[in-house]
């Protein structure tokens, strides 16, 4: 009989990991960490080993990696007890809601504890919170006289046509686990899962629950590889906007200039200007790193920046920008790219010289174009009051 830990590597970190089929058999204790501990050696398993590496390519080509320890073990089974939470036959378990309540803490708990302090856990934390991201589930849906009855991730009985309210149709329906409904303890426990994993936070900042520190992942963002992967995933995503919007929150909030604040952005009027810019000519597609210093906010801004950069090098900065957002951190983002100079002596100069004379004027059509998206006032807070307190902050 294999060891316990044994299992639970079987049945859920490598299926997880690698794209498998993840098994839930039952929510993880306390006393199953205390078991599992006997056995931790398992961790450095050759398959566990590239597994890890596997899915650290998905971001960099040499992820930084070191052995998996007990607390990327702890996340693990904080995964585990949150998928178990969705699980269809959840109430076949237990009756008692104390039990569940007691479940709950311990899955809390696990995730609480799971929470990285450097930029090599950072990643370890990215590995299985990306996969779970990713994490699909196969329904079958029958449509009955009454309704439609959908079952998670499982077949429907195999008696169901017997009935009088025989099925009109069954057919199957692939889901996005995380942008699926949840049970409520899921709901709960999902935004401390990302908050121990803020380079998926970071990247998924539009769908993202919880309040990750950025200090870790800031740091990492050091590493001009990863710092590459960040900005094009987020140019990737058709809600690139809604993203640089919910970034630079972060940022403002932990500037203590947070929407709303005392020192915070004025608030304005949506604005009417025209949105679309204005037709660009392709580019080489060259060295997106701004020298950003060791401060916390400031390798996030400078990712910000080379996010307007990159697409207007793709030319998609039409094809990407959905409607007007309510947000005043939304047009605050596109306000940026007007800030290089102000923020030169902290950021570096981005090297639009270098992409030669096209891709100059076409970034200089691009700032004029974004001047009509943010108001004078919340562009004179950006120079007066933003960019200052960046600087500020990276010198404390």
């Known amino acids: 009989m294999g060891a316990p830990l044994d299992a639970f590597v079987n049945d859920f970190v490598l299926p997880l990991l690698g794209g498998g089929t993840v098994r839930l058999k039952k929510p993880l204790s306390a006393q199953d960490l205390e078991n599992f501990r006997g056995d931790v050696g398992l961790l450095t398993r050759a398959d566990v ?64 504890r799971a929470q990285p302090d450097s930029p090599s856990q950072v990643v370890a934390r990215d590995l299985a919170m990306e996969a779970v991201v990713r994490l699909l589930r196969v329904d079958q849906i029958v449509e009955t006289r009454e309704a439609d009855l959908r079952y998670f991730g499982q077949p429907a009985p195999r008696g169901l046509g017997l009935f009088e309210s025989v099925a009109f149709l069954q057919r199957e329906e692939t ?110 597609e060259e060295l997106l790193a701004l020298d950003s210093e060791d401060s916390k906010p400031a390798p996030l801004v400078a990712a910000l920046v080379h996010l307007h950069i990159l697409k207007v090098l793709e030319m998609k900065t039409r094809a990407g920008l959905g409607a007007p957002s309510s947000s005043p951190a939304w047009k605050l983002f596109f306000g940026l790219p007007l800030l290089l100079d ?37 562009l004179r807070w950006m120079r007066d009051t933003f960019a200052p307190a960046l600087t500020q902050g990276h010198r404390s």
């Open 175 to 284: 889901v996005n686990w995380l942008t699926f409904r949840h049970s409520s303890p899921a709901e709960r426990l999902l935004p401390r899962a990302f908050r121990a994993s803020p380079l998926t936070a970071l990247i998924h900042a539009d769908r993202a629950t919880g309040r990750p520190s950025l200090g870790p992942v800031s740091s990492l963002l050091e590493d001009p590889s990863y710092a590459r992967a960040v900005v094009y995933a987020w140019a990737g995503s058709e809600h690139w906007d809604l993203i640089g919007a919910a970034v630079l929150e972060r940022v403002l909030d932990d500037l203590g200039l947070g929407i709303g604040s005392e020192q915070g952005p004025p608030t304005t009027d949506p604005g009417t200007a025209e949105r679309a810019p204005p037709p660009v000519e392709p580019a080489t």
């Open 49 to 112: 080993h590239a597994a890890r590496v596997d899915c650290g390519y998905r971001r960099v080509e040499r992820p930084l990696l070191a052995e998996p320890d007990t607390f990327e073990l702890v996340f693990w089974m904080g995964l585990h007890n949150l998928l178990f939470f969705d699980h269809p036959q959840l109430g076949q378990v237990w009756a008692s809601d104390a039990k569940w309540r007691l479940v709950e803490d311990t899955t809390a708990s696990f995730l609480d």
């Open 342 to 378: 102000p923020l030169a002596p902290l950021l570096g100069d981005p090297g639009i010289q270098s992409l030669g004379a096209a891709m100059e004027g076409r970034w200089t059509e691009y700032r004029s174009f974004v001047r009509g998206i943010i108001s004078r006032d919340e």
